[in-house]
């Protein structure tokens, strides 16, 4: 790192140009990542957090997918699941979007219905028919608390207690009773009535899934493959995840043509060194050792932008995920993307001729 | 001697023939004595240079450094071969442009895998041999042409080379400061004990070699004057 230290000393204005690229992008696939990390959590996190392992779906027709809005599950099939060997809890559980009224706000929510005492909901020994658990965001959204009334889907409903912070589909969660979310649900036209929209299960590693489908006519999934059945995170998720992606190839491409043009300008000074005695090796090192000194000084920067103003708007409307992970890993993506771009462009040192170096040809 | 160039033959593709850029040429010369290689452009002097510094392998003939032929050597082996015994003094300078005068020097260290700044008491001796050292902390661009030809010589003597392989130093130089390179070229080959080749059109300056070798057309003739 010597030449190279120096060399970033020296031409402080096309490093500082080519560190301000680095920074932008980062700061730019930062935002994206808390922000693509944050809109995921609007859409699956009442899923997720989840005590379940897998789901069973109402076996979708021929050529259709999975989907959390067109499946339905009858008593019938919750009772056969209960029953299977292997499967220590099954819970039916209704899924909803609606809309709540309290007084002059309104709001759409996600009406989550469970058994009552069921484990799948907090505070859920005190729902009935009559009494609900909001979660914070749909309580602050209808500006109610705890004893308070308001209205789901024409139904008066009491606050009975406001719990955790989860959403899906972008709305907030209700908790309720299943008598409370069929009375919201629209009508499935199954004559056998449906209990609920899925099953959530707790398995076993001895739980037989496929012979236990068959039976009930359902279809499990684990409960990270049923986010897929979510229309809208998947379509959501998807483009940003696209973005980010070619966030990074462009990061790469753009280092390595700074790197590309910056070997080429100095591939002269290669050649002396060559011809002094320096060993390709050397020269390489000292290179690759300058481009992750610039990426990760570049890409500290940036992080720390990203981090700062996801700090800033974190907790406001704008859904952004500030953890380590929508933080570190990126960061780390682009250092190992632009160290390989920059590694792509710097082995033509190796093709360098020191003869080059004698001569008034320089 | 610390260097022997024994029948040595290069040809370069030319069409659909071959140049002979030498032929057959033999010189030796031995430690702390000055060879100048004269001739016009063209005649072979740079060839001869490259050869004797192992960046062109020879058709045929042995490049020998300080009793070592060079023959079947890898090219990581030339290169340790040039960082520890062969000292190098370009045309140009070939200053890298964000290193001071002393970091050019303290440089040899570095690619020799020593630390740097353990050789800056050396680099310092040889600033001061070349009348540098109050110039040791500028940058290429903040000294002159001669001062830039000097910090070169005083570079290619870092690593206490055997051999010492100058070409046309004074080439970019007006007469005195060519005259006052070549006085401190001859200097320092008797002071540091180098097996001196200087490659050079102009004759000038030769007054103190310790013979002059003439090439035209590739052949070497010895001695054409000491």
Redesign the interface.
């Known amino acids: 790192m010597?030449?190279a230290w120096?060399?970033l000393?020296?031409?402080k204005g096309r490093f500082a140009l080519m560190g301000t690229v680095i920074v932008l992008i980062t700061l730019l696939v930062g935002l994206l990542s808390g922000l693509t990390a944050g809109l995921g959590q609007q859409n699956i996190s009442a899923i997720t957090s989840l005590p379940a392992d897998k789901i069973a779906f109402g076996a979708p027709g021929q050529g259709e997918k999975l989907s959390y809005s067109n499946s339905t599950v009858t008593e019938k099939q919750w009772q056969q699941w209960a029953k299977t060997p292997g499967v220590s809890t099954a819970e039916p559980l209704g899924i909803t979007t609606t809309k709540a009224t309290a007084g002059s706000k309104s709001t759409g929510v996600s009406a989550f219905g469970v058994r009552r005492g069921s484990a799948l909901a907090p505070e859920s020994s005190r729902l009935d028919d009559h009494a609900a658990v909001l979660s914070t965001t749909a309580a602050a959204d209808l500006g109610v608390a705890a004893g308070d009334t308001f209205s789901l889907a024409g139904q008066k409903v009491t606050v009975a207690a406001v719990r955790g912070d989860v959403f899906f589909s972008h709305t907030p969660v209700i908790w309720t009773s299943l008598g409370l979310w069929q009375k919201a649900a629209p009508p499935s036209g199954r004559a056998d009535g449906p209990t609920a929209t899925v099953i959530a299960l707790h398995t076993t590693s001895g739980a037989g899934i496929k012979a236990a489908d068959r039976a009930a006519g359902t279809e499990t999934v684990s409960t990270d493959d049923s986010l897929s059945a979510i229309g809208s995170y998947t379509s959501e998720n998807g483009s940003l995840q696209l973005m980010r992606g070619f966030l990074f190839a462009i990061s790469a491409l753009v280092i390595g043509a700074f790197f590309t043009v910056w070997t080429i300008q100095r591939s002269?000074?290669v050649a002396?060194?060559?011809?002094?005695?320096?060993?390709t090796a050397?020269l390489l090192r000292d290179a690759l050792g300058q481009a992750v000194v610039l990426l990760a000084g570049g890409t500290l920067i940036g992080t720390g932008i990203a981090a700062g103003l996801g700090a800033l708007v974190a907790g406001s409307a704008v859904p952004f995920l500030l953890t380590p992970a929508t933080v570190l890993v990126p960061a780390a993506v682009m250092i190992a993307l632009g160290a390989l771009g920059a590694a792509l462009s710097i082995r033509r040192i190796t093709s360098v001729d020191?003869?080059t170096?004698?001569?008034?040809a320089? | 001697m610390s260097l022997n160039l024994t029948d040595i033959t290069l040809t370069y593709p030319d069409g659909d023939t071959r140049l002979t850029a030498l032929d057959q040429v033999t010189l030796e010369v031995p430690k702390g004595s000055l060879t100048a290689v004269v001739g016009p452009s063209g005649s072979g002097k740079s060839s001869l240079l490259a050869v004797a510094a192992t960046l062109i392998t020879p058709d045929a003939g042995t490049v020998t450094i300080d009793g070592t032929p060079t023959t079947g050597m890898t090219r990581g082996e030339l290169t340790d071969l040039r960082r520890h015994k062969i000292g190098i003094v370009f045309q140009q300078p070939n200053l890298l442009p964000s290193l001071t005068a002393a970091e050019q020097l303290q440089v040899m260290a570095q690619i020799d895998g020593r630390k740097p700044r353990t050789a800056r008491g050396r680099a310092m001796e040889l600033l001061d041999a070349v009348g540098l050292a109050d110039q040791a902390g500028r940058r290429p661009h903040q000294l002159s042409g001669g001062q830039r030809q000097r910090v070169n010589i005083a570079r290619a003597l870092m690593n206490d080379p055997t051999v010492l392989l100058v070409d046309e130093p004074t080439s970019a130089l007006d007469h005195e400061r060519g005259a006052a390179v070549i006085d401190l070229i001859t200097r320092l080959t008797h002071q540091q004990a180098t097996a001196t080749v200087l490659v050079t059109h102009d004759r000038t300056h030769l007054t103190a070699v310790d013979q002059i070798a003439e090439v035209h057309d590739g052949r070497l003739r010895l001695p054409a004057h000491t």
Do not use: Q
Request: glycine fraction near 12%; proline fraction near 4%; charge should be positive.
């Open positions: 010597y030449v120096r060399d000393k020296f031409a002269g000074d002396v060194l060559k011809a002094l005695g320096a060993s050397n020191p003869l170096a004698l001569g008034s320089r």
